[in-house]
């Protein structure tokens, strides 16, 4: 096998002549394997919906999900397709103004800090790479990569990309695992043994296993929490908390009407009684002061 090229390292400029750019690539490429299911579709929104970065405004990162992505310059037609992605420091807008069609990295000037792949029967092996085990392998049939094809997820993220973070999730056995670049290679981190799962110290994000119903459909779910591992809610779950802290006010509104109404009413029988008792005795309840 004809060894593949190191890596061209990453433009910093957005205008380098003579590349092509996002509008110039391919965004979709039918034949690719591992197309997308309903849940490729529902946890990648369920990873956007509850993501917060505290030292990133909305429109100073990009997220996104089953976006091309771009990494050699020498081999411009060549790109991965992640399941969900996080860039921090580029706008949410290409050029400020248009939505992307791909993530194109000599453009963009980086590659994404985060990438998270759900494993699919044909593409595990591709997902994992090198920490590829015989019983995470979803389906019988692995065909082998033509000697000229381009290198495998792993090793773009690794070594073409540098991705500080790579998550891998398998909803069929709920197994999560998580890959972090330490010194150019990756190396699987233990989890912890409840949420944070996975601390992203760096961008202060955690993310565990919910068992929850989203979007009408109960299962497990990759979603993120903070350091002590409260889920962060999606702004559906905030209105909704929001509506039943509202419904809660106005029942205690209402009950302390009701106590303050029964207090009265005890005040007038009390009253009555006493003013009863006082004619039993012959004197003017209406005479004492």
């Known amino acids: 096998m004809t060894p593949l090229p190191r890596p061209k390292p990453l433009a910093v400029s957005p205008l380098q002549p003579g ?62 397709r992640p399941d969900w992605m996080l860039s921090v420091g580029v706008p949410w807008l290409y050029g400020g103004q248009d939505l992307r069609l791909s993530y194109v990295t000599w453009q963009e000037g980086k590659g994404p800090e985060v990438v998270v792949e759900f494993l699919s029967p044909g593409t595990e092996r591709e997902d994992l790479g090198r920490f590829f085990r015989p019983g995470d ?25 540098q991705v500080p973070h790579y ?81 809660q006010a106005k029942e205690q509104e209402r009950w302390a009407k009701e106590r303050e109404r029964q207090a009265k009413e005890q005040e007038r029988q009390r009253a009555d009684r006493l003013a009863a008792k006082l004619r039993e005795l012959g004197i003017d309840p209406d005479r004492v002061e």
């Open 19 to 80: 590349l092509p750019t996002m509008y110039d690539l391919p965004s979709e490429f039918p034949e690719e394997p591992g197309l997308p299911d309903v849940f490729h579709d529902l946890q990648p929104q369920l990873l956007s919906q509850t993501l917060r970065l505290v030292d990133y405004g909305s429109d100073n990162y990009c997220d996104a999900s089953d976006l091309n992505l771009y990494y050699d310059s020498e081999h411009p037609l060549w790109h991965k």
């Open 137 to 161: 392998a979803l389906s019988t049939v692995q065909p082998l990569p033509a000697p000229t094809s381009p290198p495998g997820k792993l090793e773009v993220y690794e070594r073409y990309l």
């Open 167 to 247: 998550i891998v999730y398998s909803r069929y056995s709920q197994t999560l695992r998580y890959f972090k670049l330490v010194a150019g290679r990756y190396q699987e981190q233990p989890l912890a043994p409840q949420p944070p799962l996975i601390w992203l110290p760096d961008l202060h994000l955690g993310l565990g296993i919910w068992a929850g119903e989203f979007q009408r459909t109960p299962g497990q779910w990759l979603r993120w929490c903070d350091q002590e591992g409260n889920w962060v809610l999606t702004e559906t779950e905030q209105e909704r908390q929001a509506k039943e802290r509202e419904r």
